[in-house]
């Protein structure tokens, strides 16, 4: 991907990472640009780097070193490249930071490493150096780890207090108290630089009493954050439930386990819901929810989804004839998954009246470059009809077709696009 990209060849392990380094030049010499349909590939030339610096490198000392040289070449790599895809972030993300770490874990120079990691997170411009740390607490002593924090709030000190370089150095610090489960630290150091009134501090202040063990102290943070409150409210609730669990109030367990499941209804908020009020409930509450769900005027899709995983295929059709008028095809993205379940189902006319919604937004948006499906659909209308006996108050299949050609007759482009779909259409059965 570079300019000059050497191959990949066998190495003697004692060229002191001669390799590596030259490797390392090349890249960053380079001054040619990577489109985003080059980024995957960039990636994994810098991926093979860390492999074979991996395979011919067994000190760790000098392996910390060159992995520092490789984050400190963000710049002409994450610098010159459309990494909107995160495949080169994500070499330094994961591969390299999980490498440090191994080699970090087995360096006998301790405060030599501690240093270092000091200085490389001086210069993150790209946001990625900071992941050496994410394993700080497993290779450095504890003694080195609250220097460290130290040593971040002091640079912190340095700037205004909201000023963003002042916030990355106290971030790295939040960071480190976390992994030492210091919770009061870590409230020390939000409070300094953040503050706490915002309702992404009190969850993560309690969520890090939390992780320490202190489930009182945690719930009395996200207990300042009400039930009202939307911005965040899965992490809130699901935090909630943890803080519950661990003090073993029950019915507060089962008070928030109702509250997510009934934000979001579906097989698997179903399973976590059961989990804390017990399995043998299952049938009852398939029963009550789906009750509750029907006598809601409006549409929701999640709901409908819900109905249809749990198996009450005559409630969900019910459902959606019932809020035909509301079915609306600019919502392609669930009401699809949606049509298709109900027409593997055998529930031809439900799904009909959603590929119908679905056709008819396409036609009214009048964009050529999605036509194609809208005659795919128009198939799937006419071969629908074929198995519809009731019509149950909705337009028959002639009915509707006639309807669209009367009000888009003129969208010729469409019209070809249906192709001999147009031949089925009026071979149709008729309401």
């Known amino acids: 991907m570079t300019d000059a990209s050497p191959k990949r060849q066998p190495h003697d392990p004692a060229d002191g990472g001669a390799h590596f380094k030259s490797h390392l030049a090349t890249i960053k010499r380079s001054r040619r640009f990577i489109r985003w349909g080059e980024s995957a590939v960039f990636a994994r030339e810098l991926s093979t780097l860390l492999i074979d610096l991996e395979s011919t490198i067994t000190d760790p000392r000098q392996a910390c070193d060159l992995i520092a040289a490789f984050y400190r070449a963000d710049k002409s790599t994450l610098g010159r490249c459309d990494d909107s895809s995160g495949h080169v972030g994500d070499v330094f993300r994961l591969h390299a930071a999980g490498l440090f770490a191994a080699y970090a874990r087995r360096c006998p120079d301790k405060e030599w490493l501690a240093d270092l990691v000091f200085d490389l997170n001086g210069g993150d411009d790209f946001g990625v150096r900071d992941h050496v740390l994410h394993a700080a607490a497993e290779y450095l002593p504890e003694p080195l780890v609250r220097d460290l924090i130290r040593r971040f709030l002091a640079e912190a000190a340095r700037y205004p207090t909201g000023d963003f370089t002042g916030r990355h150095w106290s971030g790295l610090g939040e960071q480190l108290a976390r992994q030492l489960r210091d919770a009061p630290l870590f409230e020390q150091i939000r409070r300094a630089s953040w503050g706490v009134s915002s309702v992404a501090s009190r969850l993560d202040v309690g969520r890090v009493y939390l992780e320490s063990g202190d489930a009182r102290t945690a719930l009395s943070w996200f207990e300042q954050v009400p039930v009202s409150e939307h911005f965040q409210d899965d992490e809130r609730d699901a935090l909630l439930l943890a803080a519950f669990t661990q003090l073993g109030n029950q019915p507060r367990r089962e008070e928030v386990a109702w509250r997510i499941f009934r934000r979001a209804r579906g097989k698997l908020a179903l399973a976590s819901l059961l989990a804390v009020i017990g399995e043998d409930q299952r049938a009852a509450v398939i029963e009550s929810e789906t009750t509750a769900i029907l006598a809601v005027p409006g549409l929701s899709h999640a709901d409908t989804a819900f109905l249809i995983e749990v198996g009450r295929l005559e409630e969900a059709e019910r ?104 031949g089925l259409i009026r071979g149709g059965k008729k309401s």
Do not use: N
């Open 319 to 422: 459902y959606l004839l019932d809020r035909a008028a509301l079915l609306d095809g600019d919502y392609y993205g669930s009401l699809v998954p949606l049509a298709e379940a109900m027409e593997a189902c055998q529930r031809p006319l439900s799904a009909s009246l959603m590929y119908r919604a679905l056709l008819d937004s396409i036609l009214r948006r009048a964009r050529s470059t999605i036509y194609g499906h809208g005659a795919r659909y128009l198939r799937k209308l006419d071969l629908l009809a074929t198995t519809i006996t009731d019509w149950q108050g909705q337009p028959g299949h002639d009915a509707y077709l006639a309807a669209i050609r009367q009000a888009h007759g003129r969208k010729s482009s469409f019209w070809a696009r249906c192709g001999e779909g147009v």
